[in-house]
């Protein structure tokens, strides 16, 4: 092998002195002397106790940086240059490559205890691999004094030098022994060459590796990006579900409020129409009754008129009312009328309503039968007590605002005390001392007659009503004169039949602990009621109510305020209270039937009255828009209700 000259950095290991010469290079053994020599440093030693051991194992005593033999080795071995040296980081060959800077892979490092450099402990796996040499994908075992490969060579026994080459051919490493004989002619490679070319290629190799590492770096931070934006998308979908969620349940919240109110909003139109349309009914089936009545009516006038005996009174009266049915005239019409009626006292508090939808409607045109129920007309009886035969019957017109007196002559049978009478369609009834009193014509030209009313003639407080059809219902308040010290009291209702004048039947009532000394009563026609307004004391404290369907008596109401006299409005349903505040002025409350509400009214206007005066007087409702009451002996008092007000009239 050609001798390497670069002599720089090397170390000559100085040889012992002898005096033969040197021995050939076909010598079979080369004989190594000691030296004396002391080193001059610890590296010298090291040295030289590294080529003791060599000699020892037959190994080479010298090696370059190269790994090239020196002087003294095997014959078969290349001669050695002629200066030979060590490199001065030969045992670094050896060491771990973190304490020494050769650029040798730690594949190839061998440990060596002799190193001067110190050793860091190592795991026994780690320790294990550092004491082979990997070669072909496998390891091969190195000595741990020589630092030779073991069974490496085909002549694993002859080896004499270190492995330094590669057979390309046989891929496999060789020393320079193998080299003749069974690599003979192959083509070798620097064993040093091959690992930097192998190292290179898996460099190379690595390098797309580190390429795609470094894509994949890319690809994760660009994928991080897309989790971040994706998080933001995914959180901002959930905000907006959420936000739609919430909008339609507060839109089904608002359509289940709507759907609620529309349907009662629904519910109250139609129980509003439902109400309605009862009503119209209600009044039609009372103009058809009312219809037939008049039908009856004019019938039987019809029948009188055309008999041959009439009886002349009867005929005489009942030719003016004849008379007055002739005036009737018939109006066809499509539109809705009103029907202005001035009711005969043979429907006393008829109320043909306001308005009714026809197309024949009846217009009654009547002049003054007496009496008239709408109340225009009212009636006083005056007597004189210091001439008791000179009695006076005045009449008060209170639409003309006008009074006319009649002396009642001797001849003429009147009671002895006039009360409260019943209008009816054959006259006028008056009941007083178990006896009726009745007057067919005007009560200022006519006579009465006298007949039994089966009522006994110890009651007081006879109050008659006329239920519009054939009886006079007779209210009395229970007050047994035979039986002063009686502790029961109460009402006692009898039935007279006007047409028949047979004796008045007793309909049952509930037996009262109280006595009742005054009773008005008023009927309304629209429920086929009679309602009883009694007292005692001088006050009127309960209303009672008589279904004339089922003749029965139920208890209505007790009234809050101690009234002196009473009026009921039927068209309105309520009933007019008078109340005396003090021993000067009144006031004036209504009494809600439908609803049991009071109402104050307007005060009447300011001036003197007299407490006895107005105790006793009476109220009326003229069947139209005011209450009168009747203030003797020359004023009237009238409440408008149409506008809450008053008006006084002196006559």
Known sequence: MPTNNRNKNKQIIPQPKSNKKPQSSSSSQIAHKKTNVEPKSQ?????????????????????DENFNPGPGTPPDCPPPPDDFSLPSCILQHFANSTTCSHPMSDKILIPNPHCNHQQQQQPEQQQQQQNHIHSHGHFIPISSVTGKPIQECIYPDEHCRRIILYCMECKVTVCGHCMGTKHKNHQF??????????????????TPTRDYIGDMKKLQDSMKECLDDFESIDNTYKMEVERINSYFRDAHDLLHTKELQLKNDLKAFHDQNKQIF???VEKINMHIRTYKEFQDIYNFLQSIKTKDNPDPYTYTHMEAVVQDYAELELMATKTPSKVNFLRFCALPNLDIGKEINSSQLVHCVSHLVPPLMDNHIIYRFTHQLNEPNN???EKIDTIK???????????????????????TDNGVYFFQGGEYYHCEQELTECEWIVGDSGIPNYLENETPIYDGRDHIYVICGNVPIADPNASEGGLSIHKFNIRTKEPSQLIPTPPCR????????????????????SGCGGFYNRIDKLNLRTQKLEPFTTLDIHCTSVSYDYIADCFYLLELTCELSFKLTQFSVKYHKYTSLKLPPSQQISPNVIKYSNMYFNGKSSIIIDYPPHSLFFYHIHNNSWEVINL
Not at 53 to 59: A, K, L, N, P, Y
Not at 401 to 423: N, Y
């Open 189 to 206: 490679k620097d064993l040093q060459d091959v690992f930097y070319d192998d190292v290179l290629g898996k460099n190379n190799n690595c």
């Open 514 to 533: 109280n006595q009742i000394t005054m009773t008005s009563a008023f009927l309304n026609k629209m429920s086929d009621t009679i309602y009883i307004v």
């Open 391 to 393: 009695n006076i019957i």
């Open 43 to 63: 590296q010298e030693q090291d040295i030289i106790n590294f080529m003791k051991v060599m000699t020892e194992r037959g190994m080479p005593v010298y090696f």
């Open 401 to 423: 605002r006008e009074k006319t007196s009649t002396p009642m002559e001797k001849d003429h049978l009147i009671p002895p005390s006039i009360g409260s009478i019943a209008h």
């Open 278 to 280: 009862t009503n119209y």
